[in-house]
């Protein structure tokens, strides 16, 4: 009888554990597909954000006329854009999302760091050139969450 009763408990805490297994596998599989659904969407923006980023580049540069490297898209959870020492300029795949204003504001700001690498009244100098109400948009800009 004891025999039995112990055979019992370890059966239902099998069944238990099962089921907790059963329940974890199923909730990866729906984390899989909702992280393959998200880097489809993060692509599409990507690549709209990168031909947008390019085709005002290319506008705004004729003004400029700075030399840049590579230029890249992609996911940054804190930065809009940012310009390296080695004159890359990186774009947030989200810029796609925003107002053209605010578009061309995030890129001529990017640019002009090929000029002035800081932010001093130089580098505000050269953005006005082109974008006179920079000052707006920017705190427009900080307004959004990313």
Known sequence: MEFYRTFLTLTKKLQRVKHVVRRKRRNRKSITQNSYARKAVLAEHEEEARKLALSRLEHFNQFYNFK?????????????????????????????????????????????????????????????????DYQKLRAE?????L
């Not at 580098?123 to 974008?131: C, S, T």
């Not at 800009?141 to 969450?145: A, T, Y």
Request: net charge positive; aromatic share 12%; charged share 15%.
């Open 68 to 132: 840049y490297n590579t230029v890249r898209v992609k996911y940054q959870k804190t930065r809009w854009g940012s310009c390296s020492s080695k004159g890359n300029l990186n774009f947030n795949c989200k810029i796609a999302t925003l107002s053209p204003q605010l578009l061309d504001y995030i890129i001529v700001h990017e640019l002009c760091h090929l000029g002035q690498f800081n932010h001093s009244q130089k580098f505000w100098y050269l953005v006005e050139q082109q974008m006179p």
């Open 141 to 145: 800009l900080k307004l959004i969450r």
